[in-house]
C-alpha cells in the first residue's frame, strides 16, 4: 500500500477569501523563451503582492476564453507574477498572443510546492524535462540564493532541440554560482556541441553522494517515471525524490475530481508528490 497523500501545511496555499474568485492583473511585459512559449509577467492590478512558494501553481483566466492552471515560475519586483506558458490550447494561445496591457483573472496560488525543509544540507539534483524546468526555476532561484545552505548542486535539463532549452542566459548564470548545470537534447542542430540523449543520460554524470541527497523532478510522465527509477537505481531513497504532476486540473481545490489520482487530488495534494507515494500511481493515465 502507498503511503498517505501529503496533507495541505501551513506552506501549501495562500489564496484569496474566495478561491473561486480570480484577482484582476495586467500583463506587464511577454518575452519569447522558445518556440511558442512565452513568459508573460503578471502584475496585480490591486497592488497586493501575493505569496507563492516554488512548484505552485495559478489558474489563469483568459475573459471570454477560459482558464487553465499554469505554474509559477518566478516572482520581479512590485508583485508580478511570472508564468510560463507553452501554446497548446484555446487559453494557452491567447495567453500567448496576449499584448502589454491586456487584463487577465488569476486565482491562486493553489497546491503543494517543493519540500525545500528536508533539503538542508544535502546534495540536490534537479531534473527538468521540456517545459518542466518552468515549475523548478523558483526552486532553484531559491538554492542559488541560499547557495551556502546545500551540498553539490546539480541541475538537469533535456530538450527536444536546442531552440527548446528554456532561460539559456539564466542557466549561465546558475552555473557561475556553483552549480553543476548539463543539457542534453534529443535532436541536436547545426552548433550544438553538447550531449545528444535523453536527460536520465545525464544522471550518471551528475556529482552528487545518493546517500545524502534530494531530487527534484518535473517533465512528462514518462520522463519522471525513468528518471525517478534511475536516480534510485544510483542509491536515492524514494522517500527523497519528488516529482511534480500536471493533470486536468479545473476547480484547483479538489471540488470537481477531474485531477483525481488514487486516493489523491492533483490540485489540492499536488502537484508536488513524493515519489514513494506516486510511484505506483504514474502507470495510471489520463485520460
Known amino acids: 500500500m502507498p503511503a498517505e497523500a501529503p496533507a495541505a501545511t501551513a506552506r501549501s496555499a495562500v489564496v484569496t477569501s474566495d478561491p473561486m474568485l480570480p484577482r484582476l492583473h495586467r500583463v506587464a511585459r511577454v518575452r519569447g523563451e ?3 512559449v512565452k513568459t508573460l509577467a503578471l502584475q496585480p492590478l490591486d497592488g497586493a503582492a501575493t505569496a507563492c512558494t516554488p512548484g505552485q501553481f495559478n489558474m489563469l483566466w483568459v475573459f471570454g476564453v477560459g482558464e487553465s492552471a499554469i505554474s509559477v515560475s518566478g516572482e520581479a519586483p512590485g508583485g508580478i507574477l511570472l508564468h510560463t506558458v507553452r501554446d497548446v490550447g484555446l487559453v494557452t494561445d491567447a495567453l500567448c498572443h496576449a499584448r502589454p496591457g491586456t487584463v487577465v483573472g488569476v486565482r491562486g496560488p493553489f497546491g503543494r510546492g517543493w519540500g525545500l525543509g528536508h533539503a538542508d544540507g544535502s546534495d540536490v539534483v534537479v531534473v527538468a524535462g521540456g517545459l518542466g524546468l518552468a515549475p523548478l526555476r523558483p526552486l532553484v532561484r531559491h538554492l542559488v540564493s541560499h547557495r551556502q545552505e546545500y551540498g553539490r548542486i546539480a541541475l538537469l535539463v533535456g530538450a527536444r ?14 552555473a557561475r554560482r556553483d552549480l553543476s548545470v548539463l543539457a542534453t537534447v534529443d535532436h541536436a542542430r547545426p552548433g550544438w556541441d553538447g550531449p545528444v540523449g535523453v536527460v536520465t543520460d545525464l544522471i550518471e554524470r551528475a556529482p552528487f553522494d545518493p546517500s545524502r541527497t534530494v531530487a527534484y523532478v518535473c517533465g512528462p510522465e514518462v520522463m519522471m517515471r525513468f528518471t525517478a527509477r534511475a536516480l534510485v537505481e544510483r542509491g536515492v531513497a524514494p522517500e527523497r525524490i519528488e516529482v511534480s504532476m500536471e493533470r486536468n486540473m479545473r476547480c484547483a481545490i479538489g471540488f470537481c475530481g477531474h485531477c483525481q489520482l488514487g486516493p489523491a487530488f492533483v490540485c489540492r495534494d499536488g502537484p508536488v508528490f513524493s515519489y514513494d507515494f506516486i510511484r505506483p500511481l504514474l502507470r495510471v493515465r489520463e485520460l
Open 161 to 174: 532541440s536546442p531552440d527548446q532549452l528554456l532561460f539559456g542566459p539564466e542557466s549561465r548564470r546558475w
Open 34 to 36: 522558445a518556440k511558442g
